[in-house]
């Protein structure tokens, strides 16, 4: 997992080109961008939603197989919990369609972050992140998920 700033995104240009192009797609999006699906590539696409934080994320931690996730709300602070998922349990067997798994019981070694006004988060496969907590109220926030498919 990486957590950093939009301002840092020229130090992941050799990360990757696909996650250097969604992070340029985070950086430049305006917050008026419209709900739904942006292709940025033909392994990056942009998925802009919007939803209320919550106190508790009732599915658990998720994980994909297939992409790496970068999240940012353009709009809004969201507290997300992050777990590896090494040893942890699957509460929601894969689902290939959606490329994503859920688990529970997180490891000793997760933490939370908050993302939100200038901060991003890319998970990979590895990373079970459980996004949608409320910081200190329940906001609808806008959030844009980068999926780089990999």
């Not at 192009?21 to 990056?44: H, M, Q, S």
């Not at 919007?50 to 507290?79: M, N, W």
Request: hydrophobic share 40%.
């Amino acid at each position: 997992m990486i957590l950093d700033q939009l301002s840092n995104i020229d130090i992941y240009k050799n990360l990757s080109e696909d996650i250097y192009a969604g992070l340029v797609f985070l950086a430049n999006a305006d917050i008026d961008i419209e709900l739904g699906t942006y292709p940025i590539n033909k392994n990056v696409k942009a998925i802009v939603s919007s939803y209320p934080t919550v106190e508790c994320f009732e599915r658990g931690y998720e994980a994909h197989k297939h992409v790496i996730d970068i999240q940012y709300p353009i709009i809004g602070l969201e507290r997300v919990k992050w777990s590896p998922i090494e040893n942890m349990d699957i509460s929601i067997p894969y689902d290939s369609a959606k490329d994503r798994t859920f688990y529970k019981n997180p490891s000793s070694l997760g933490t939370e972050f908050i993302v939100g006004h200038g901060i991003f988060a890319i998970m990979f496969p590895e990373d079970g992140h459980s996004p949608q907590y409320l910081v200190e109220k329940s906001e609808i926030i806008k959030k844009i998920t980068i999926k780089v498919s990999i």
